[in-house]
């Protein structure tokens, strides 16, 4: 078992950056591929972006891809979306997730989920 906790959401303006965090415990996070997924209001959860067990890989949705960074730190059991030039669109309630077998962008891919941290971006 492991469990999630993200952190570091917030309201923000239009072009504004935050960084959010989501802390591991029960397991060490290089069991896992660790991934970021969001959901807005009325729409369904969609994948944001997934590092490998080794932290070697990365994966970004085309939505993000040159804005949003995603890394690790194994030393803390966490890890970090940094989110660049956010957008309105962007609105959505971020979730963390972790998967020890084959990871990807399908949320059935991963078991264990975090609770999840609001990010509101009003232009």
């Known amino acids: 078992q492991v469990q999630l906790v993200e952190s570091g959401g917030g309201s923000v303006q239009a072009g504004d950056s935050l960084k959010l965090s989501c802390v591991a415990s029960?397991?060490?996070?290089?069991?896992?591929?660790m991934g970021w997924f969001r959901q807005a209001p009325g729409k369904e959860r969609e994948f944001v972006s997934v590092?490998?067990?080794?932290?070697?890989?990365?994966i970004y949705a085309d939505s993000v891809k040159g804005r949003f960074t995603i890394s690790s730190d194994n030393a803390k059991n966490t890890v970090y979306l940094q989110m660049n030039s956010l957008k309105p669109e962007d609105t959505a309630v971020y979730y963390c997730?972790?998967?020890?077998?084959?990871?990807?962008?399908?949320?059935?891919?991963?078991?264990?989920w975090g609770q999840g941290t609001q990010v509101t971006v009003s232009s």
């Open positions: 997730a972790a998967t020890p077998d084959n990871w990807g962008t399908r949320a059935l891919l991963y078991d264990y």
């Open positions: 029960g397991r060490t996070i290089n069991s896992f591929a």
């Open positions: 590092i490998s067990y080794s932290g070697g890989s990365r």
